[in-house]
């Protein structure tokens, strides 16, 4: 049995259960859960038959890592399974307890953690400096303890064991978020979107301004969540937030409707350390709408955005410049469509889910020992 447990992450989280969780239900068909801790009760999935199991109510951070964790732990030993897999850092001394069980444990590294403490604004200044080398060796003792590793980027690959770490990319899925028969670029409103979570890096303040820049009148369409209550406060006190349309959090049926109606997807991410590096997916999820999308021009965007053809690139500090890539956009619409229709392409030859997917898969057959003899099959069990 292979279980993935969070008790950070939504069950309806979009990796982990529409793209990890479903992948691996099709492999092993009967062999798959997923525990969360929400206390929404436990599920069957409808589309793909996996449990999903509740642990308990959602708790804030520090009795999370604590209570949360031991409740988490003590379910996951109960019921056994061959392989867990985690999904916050946070459960890592308990994954490692685990592993004492004869679990095999698998870390899944969502984020490039260090980087990412270094600039989380939920975090006074000091704790933004003194964190991110504990965080470091948390992380390197902790991956020599457990079996596998699981990264969405090549920047973080290189942080952990090449003989345990896979690089499984965050791409979308095909079908999900792609209308057959898209409205024509020129009849669509002059819209620009953005999904995800929303932030003072994300660039909100720059996006709210530099849509109202456009002519004739734009609207700048968001679909997510605020990271910080602060920041949407002082978003909505802007005079130009009235060009604002804000969603709110949103299904992901929801998600292929708001792209449908775009002009370009925007991914302006200041240029932040740990953002610079990523693979955002909601860049990925645009191209796969077939919407042209207007990107902070870092190395590793520019490569992906150029070689599509599929987009615009921007200072993300400059906001005439953000301003000039969207009246582009509105003034080129048939231009603007064959770059969406770019940057459909690129995702259905490379940057699709379902090729990570079977790369996930073949992981799992290593670690079970599955397609091979019989005798190697049980020597790895004997081992587990």
């Known amino acids: 049995m292979i279980i993935h447990f969070t008790t950070v992450h939504p069950r309806d989280d979009s990796r982990i259960r529409s793209k990890e969780l479903a992948s691996l239900a099709a492999a092993f068909s009967g062999n798959v859960a997923l525990y969360v801790q929400d206390g929404l009760g436990d599920e069957i999935d409808p589309d793909h038959g996996y449990r999903v199991v509740d642990t308990g109510p959602r708790l804030r951070r520090l009795p999370r890592m604590f209570l949360g964790g031991w409740r988490m732990f003590r379910a996951v030993a109960g019921a056994r399974p061959r392989v867990a897999h985690f999904h916050d850092p946070e459960l890592l001394p308990w994954a490692i307890l685990l592993g004492l069980f004869g679990i095999k444990v698998v870390y899944d590294v969502h984020e490039d953690m260090p980087r990412q403490v270094r600039h989380n604004p939920g975090l006074p200044p000091v704790m933004q400096r003194l964190l991110p080398p504990f965080v470091s060796l948390a992380e390197w003792i902790g991956a020599r303890l457990i079996s596998g590793l699981v990264v969405p980027t090549p920047v973080i690959q290189d942080r952990f064991p090449a003989d345990k770490t896979i690089l499984v990319r965050n791409f979308p899925l095909l079908d999900e978020l792609h209308a ?28 709210v301004k530099a849509v109202t820049g456009v002519s004739p009148p734009a609207q700048l369409r968001l679909a997510g969540e605020f990271a910080v209550a602060e920041t949407l406060q002082k978003a909505m006190e802007m005079p130009e937030w009235a060009s604002t349309r804000f969603e709110g959090w949103t299904s992901r049926d929801g998600v292929a409707k708001v792209l449908a109606d775009g002009r370009a ?6 240029p932040v350390e740990h953002e610079m590096v990523t693979l955002p997916i909601k860049l990925f999820e645009y191209m796969a709408a077939g919407l042209p999308v207007i990107s902070s021009d870092f190395p590793v965007w520019r490569e992906i955005v150029d070689s599509a053809h599929c987009g615009l690139m921007v200072d993300p500090m400059d906001i005439d410049e953000i301003v000039a890539a969207m009246q582009w956009i509105v003034d080129h619409p048939d231009e603007a469509e064959e770059m969406g229709r770019n940057g459909r392409r690129a995702v259905e030859d490379r940057y699709s889910w379902e090729r990570e997917g079977d790369t996930l898969i073949a992981f799992y057959r290593d670690r079970l020992g599955l397609g091979r ?12």
């Open 180 to 207: 057959p028969n898209p409205t024509p670029m020129r009849l669509r409103p002059r819209e620009f979107t953005y999904i995800g979570s929303i932030s003072e890096v994300r660039n909100i303040f720059a996006m």
């Open 265 to 270: 997807g925007l991914v302006i991410l200041q």
């Open 373 to 384: 003899s019989r005798q190697e099959s049980a020597a790895d069990a004997a081992t587990w």
